[in-house]
């Protein structure tokens, strides 16, 4: 298999086991198990929770100890295990504690499997985007294979237990096997200095990249606001999406994402700056939430969840490119690891904890009022763009990838 197959086939992976539970287990724990906003915010919150604590740990082991390929390898086939042994309860407390533990083998990956393809690919700011659309493939394929699942198991159409973390389970056995053949990355010992993580810590001294990153964590957590509240908006009386379906139409933001990553990204790069693109994808995010503040008529409501292609893909995929760009080679797994954490760890942590306790705040005797729930990321999301625009000026983020760039960050 060539390099740029090995490493769509990791993304797939790698994202088919996040898809699988991410987008339908909210409306699972409310619907099925009976928790309430605050619980299941608790329990979204444990994978951002592992991404503050992981990243900085598994950046430094692959930039220092180990090949990056065998470090995947290894946290895949022990979280798939987890994964499959949490699918079977339904107690709060273990369902904690189990998942915490998941997410701290998974966490780390994330940004491995991102820095992984950066190094292995010649020209990462053109092929990046190309490599990366095979994760959003992977999320719409376990997405629509729950569907599947659902709808011809005999169950009526609604989930089974723990279906969707079964799913993932398998899915991140088959990534820990694959992990074993992906281009061989050997950690960087030679002229690096040993900590890692501090040197990239560091690149916050840059005026303009700790702007980018006190941005990027705010849009972190209102992302929370569509991950863990869009699949019980969708099934309330007021949009009416049924469980067997909700998967399917859960994947339309990810439909939508193939074509911005696949066709509109590499497009864009090479016309235009990454900040525009980063421009982009900021003014996105409040054009959605006021969507789902509207909340009719329920085709709009659905249809505009093709907004998170633009949303997803302008800011955090661009996010990545950019970071690489500016990073000095020799921490480039610590670096994809500190936005990582600042945005999927810090900012999804605060976010689910927030996302859950605005839920509860606006629902009465089992009853949410929608509306004021998504009022709440229209504001902030609003904010963010404006700081943006106002505030991020980096001349490297303005520069196209065949132009000569400034030095990176020391």
């Known amino acids: 298999m060539s390099v740029k197959l090995r490493l769509g086939v990791m993304m797939f992976l790698q994202y ?64 798939g295990a987890l994964l499959i042994w949490v699918s079977t309860m339904s107690d709060y407390r273990l369902m904690v504690g189990v998942m915490l533990f998941y997410c701290l083998l998974y966490a780390p990956t994330l940004a491995l499997t991102n820095s992984l393809a950066f190094i292995n690919l010649k ?13 959003t493939i992977g999320w719409i394929a ?47 010992k030679e002229g690096a200095k040993p900590w890692a993580f501090l040197e990239a810590l560091k690149m ?15 849009v972190a957590t209102e992302l929370m606001f569509y991950y863990i509240l869009t699949a019980p908006f969708l099934t309330s009386p007021q949009i009416r999406v049924s469980q067997a379906n909700l998967p399917m139409v859960m994947a339309i933001a990810q439909l939508a994402e193939i074509f911005v990553m696949a066709l509109l990204l590499p497009y864009l790069i090479k016309r235009t700056s990454i900040r525009k693109i980063l421009a982009l994808g900021v003014l996105a995010w409040p054009l959605r939430y006021i969507i789902f503040v509207v909340g009719t008529p329920s085709w709009l409501v659905i249809a505009s969840l093709a907004l998170h292609g633009f949303c997803f893909v302008f800011f955090f995929v661009a996010a990545f490119i950019y970071v690489d760009t500016v990073a000095p080679k020799d921490i480039r797994h610590s670096a994809q690891s500190l936005i990582t954490l600042v ?16 839920q509860n705040i606006f629902t009465a005797e089992g009853t949410t009022n929608w509306t004021g729930v998504f009022l709440v990321p229209v504001a902030l999301t609003v904010l963010c763009a404006l700081a943006f625009l106002l505030f991020f000026k980096d001349p490297r983020a303005e520069m196209r990838p065949e132009q000569p760039q400034a030095d990176t960050i020391a």
């Open 16 to 79: 088919a086991i996040w898809g699988a539970w991410a987008p339908v287990l909210s409306d699972y724990l409310q619907n099925n198990l009976g928790f309430d906003g605050i619980h299941t915010g608790i329990i979204y919150s444990l994978l951002p929770l592992a991404t503050i604590i992981a990243p900085f740990i598994g950046g430094q082991i692959a930039d220092r100890y180990l090949s990056g390929e065998k470090f995947i390898a290894v946290l895949q086939l022990m979280g």
């Open 123 to 135: 020209n990462s700011e053109k092929e990046f985007g190309q490599i990366r659309v095979w994760g």
């Open 142 to 188: 376990a997405g629509l294979s729950l569907t599947l699942w659902r709808n011809l198991s005999g169950g009526g159409g609604i989930a089974m237990q723990g279906d969707m973390l079964l799913l993932a389970g398998i899915c991140s056995l088959a990534m820990g096997l694959f992990a074993f053949g992906l281009p061989h990355t050997p950690p960087q």
């Open 204 to 218: 916050m001294r840059d005026k303009n990249f700790l702007i980018f990153i006190i941005i990027s964590f705010v």
């Open 343 to 358: 945005t999927y760890g810090i900012g999804n942590y605060i976010g689910s904890l927030f996302a859950g306790k605005v």
